[in-house]
């Protein structure tokens, strides 16, 4: 057995995680996926909170663990599992501001490619700017695990942000664009797996409506948490 590899922010070995993670942004949401949805869940990092769980979903070995939220912290666990602890495959989902007419709250958006306000890239000294992707393997497989489970899904560009509040209220003029939507982990998530060699992929729901203001209820939430979790997984 290789020695054990441990990071400042996991604390278990290589061996105890799944080829295959999903990554919520919320612990809680790491917790309940793998109550609900894995069989024999096993809890395998707590640093931080921040809740790993590796378990089996229809016999083959998924890990389900946290991001918490925006490029920095997706960015350290994302690097640490591509890197580190071995995984090849990481699919988050999570919640984004829709920005098109076209969506609508409760919608789901998969991110072909994840533009960016942040300068994570610019740690690569690239002559240029970096334009983060999902895996195309992961975005066909999704769409057509769509396809089958008769769920409707946007596919394109969205908005990874730094910013939540955003005095500049610049958010929206990445619309004119054609950006669907934002949210503020994607671009960290491709660009690890870019440098790593490795393949991610970012599924969203329309949690509010940048340009109406309505938002999900928490009934909402529940039901397309499941929703994605479902796809997530059958892709996984
Ligand atoms: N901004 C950033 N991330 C988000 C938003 C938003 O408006 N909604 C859901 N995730």
Redesign the pocket.
């Known amino acids: 057995m290789s020695p054990p590899k441990t990071t400042p922010h996991i604390s278990c070995t290589a061996e105890q995680f799944a080829r295959t993670v999903i990554m919520p942004g919320d612990p809680m949401r790491s917790r309940f996926i793998a109550e609900n949805y894995l069989e024999n869940p096993i809890l395998i990092n707590n640093v931080r909170g921040v809740q790993g769980y590796t378990g089996t979903w229809q016999g083959k070995k998924v890990t389900v663990m946290a991001s918490g939220m925006g490029v920095p912290s997706m960015g350290i666990y994302s690097y640490e599992l591509f890197n580190v602890m071995g995984v090849e495959t990481i699919v988050r989902i999570g919640?984004?501001?829709g920005m098109q007419a076209s969506l609508s709250v409760g919608d789901l958006v998969l991110a072909q490619g994840a533009c960016t306000n942040s300068n994570y890239a610019s740690q690569f000294r690239l002559p240029g700017t970096y334009a983060p992707l999902a895996s195309f393997k992961l975005l066909r497989a999704a769409v057509e695990a769509a396809e089958r489970l008769d769920l409707r899904v946007a596919v394109g560009n969205v908005l990874t942000?730094d910013y939540?509040y955003d005095d500049s209220r610049s958010t929206l003029d990445w619309a004119r664009l054609g950006v669907l939507a934002?949210?503020?982990e994607a671009a960290a998530l491709y660009t690890n797996a870019a440098q790593a060699g490795k393949k991610a992929l970012a599924i969203l729901t329309v949690?509010?409506d940048?340009l109406t203001g309505e938002a999900m209820t928490p009934a909402q939430r529940e039901t397309t948490l499941g929703t994605m979790i479902g796809l997530a997984l059958e892709i996984a």
Do not use: I
């Open positions: 919640t984004c501001g942000s939540f934002c949210e503020m949690s509010d940048l």
